[in-house]
């Protein structure tokens, strides 16, 4: 069996009792970065095989983990923080676990996409999700697509990018509510909402840092700036 384990987005409390005793009672643990999941499971005092799963790798140890699978061999699958498979990798070894008739179990918890969503205060009851947009080529095709859709629009940002999506969207939808949610959960969390252009003076005056998510409120709520 394989299991989908949700784990903490920053704050180490923030995981179910289930995913603790499913991360106990498993074999193995496959994860994106050893030295990151290491630090979750020594705080909850569990020892076990982990193994890299990444972008990387994934293609390469499918056969073998399958293989391991059909032996009686449970695995959790985990990511570096939040739900397995929201922009990380697994939807491949996902697909041939299936294909081989073994049973994949998902353990639901935290997910910086939802946590955003629930303190938006507009409209969420229908969203659209972009994960990460194109760095370069289709950047601004999509930018533009993205500014037709009528729903809110949830996305993921880097540190390196944060003040390019800011003055792109400014350009295109200078108009529209923008929430950005930085480090959730974690010692700094930070939530800041305005258009673009106030939300990019505020990275000017204080130099971005950490993990982003995006959201861009319904396209035609109105809102006191």
């Not at 910086?112 to 194109?134: C, K, M, N």
């Not at 909402?193 to 396209?219: C, D, H, T, Y």
Request: charged share 25%; proline share 5%.
């Amino acid at each position: 069996m394989l299991y989908i384990v949700s784990t903490p987005i920053g704050n180490l409390e923030d995981i179910t009792f289930r995913a603790i005793n499913v991360l106990k009672d498993v074999d193995l643990i496959l994860c994106e970065d050893t030295r990151v999941s290491r630090i979750l499971l020594n705080h909850y005092q569990i020892s076990k095989e982990l193994i890299p799963l990444n972008a990387f790798n994934e293609s390469k140890k499918i056969s073998e983990l399958v293989l391991q699978l059909e032996r009686g061999v449970s695995m959790a699958l985990i990511s570096d923080a939040g739900t397995p498979l929201i922009s990380d990798p697994g939807a491949r070894l996902i697909g041939a676990v299936k294909k081989s008739g073994i049973k994949v179990v998902p353990v639901p918890g935290p997910s910086s996409l939802t946590a955003a969503l629930s303190v938006a205060g507009f409209a969420t009851d229908e969203f659209f999700y972009i994960g990460f947009l194109p760095q370069k080529k289709g950047r601004q095709k999509t930018l533009k697509e993205i500014n037709d859709i009528e729903c809110a629009v949830v996305m993921f940002e880097s540190v390196y990018r944060i003040k390019k999506l800011l003055s792109e969207i400014d350009a295109i939808m200078p108009d529209r509510r923008v929430m950005v949610c930085r480090e959730l959960t974690k010692k700094f969390e930070e939530i800041i909402e305005g258009n673009a252009a106030q939300l990019s003076e505020r990275f000017e005056e204080n130099e971005p840092r950490g993990e982003f998510v995006i959201i861009l409120a319904p396209k035609n709520w109105k809102h006191e700036l």
